[in-house]
T-cell receptor, first 110, second 112 residues
């Protein structure tokens, strides 16, 4: 257990509304990641962070933004949610050469 | 860019059967290779890993060998149990950013 907490665990939102997902870690790891999981696609990287205020885009970053103002928190924002962003979102940290994942947030955009 | 291809599921086996889940990869350089497992309603957990060619990762009766000549990292288990029912993901990591690239996942269902 790497002390990763995601919130909320489940959310239903309407198309066009902003949504923020939170990832909190307790171990001060430098690298944090946001992935989305969709059937047949495995996990795809949305954004990642390599330190406070240091972030970069992943494979599927369009429509998403992130912020990291403190080491322990990494926020993922959907500026204007669309149905294509219905997915399960996972936060992860990197410790040595191993990745540890949160339990996921199931987001449904209706 | 990097990519991982694994066999599509679901794979349905009877208890005590032999398991193979194929995984091949495309990457420059010498990536590290991983198998992750996801039980229902949970996040991913590292199952095993291998960091260089010919390394064998093993854990909980599962094994996989890093084959650079065939760019493969197939997952095997000699005798599966009902409790092994889960989704298995093959992944690779190059050092830059410690980011993982995942395959599409293979669902394993083991029947008593």
């Amino acid at each position: 257990d790497a002390g990763i907490t995601q919130s909320p665990r489940h959310k239903v939102t309407e198309t066009g509304t902003p949504v923020t997902l939170r990832c909190h870690q307790t171990e001060n790891h430098r690298y944090m990641y946001w992935y989305r999981q969709d059937p047949g696609h495995g996990l795809r990287l949305i954004h990642y962070s390599y330190g406070v205020k240091d972030t970069d885009k992943g494979e599927v970053s369009d429509g998403y933004s992130v912020s990291r103002s403190k080491t322990e928190d990494f926020l993922l924002t959907l500026e204007s949610a669309t149905s294509s962003q219905t997915s399960v979102y996972f936060c992860a940290i990197s410790r040595y050469d191993e990745a540890f994942f949160g339990q996921g947030t199931r987001l449904t955009v209706v | 860019g990097d990519s991982v291809t694994q066999m599509e599921g679901p794979v349905t086996l009877s208890e005590e059967a032999f398991l193979t889940i194929n995984c091949t990869y495309t990457a420059t350089g010498y990536p590290s290779l991983f198998w992750y497992v996801q039980y229902p309603g949970e996040g991913l957990q590292l199952l095993l890993k291998a960091t260089k060619a010919d390394d064998k990762g093993s854990n909980k009766g599962f094994e996989a060998t890093y084959r650079k000549e065939t760019t493969s990292f197939h997952l095997e288990k000699g005798s599966v149990q009902v409790s092994d029912s889960a989704v298995y993901f093959c992944a690779l990591r190059r050092n830059a950013g410690n980011m993982l690239t995942f395959g599409g996942g293979t669902r394993l269902m083991v029947k008593p």
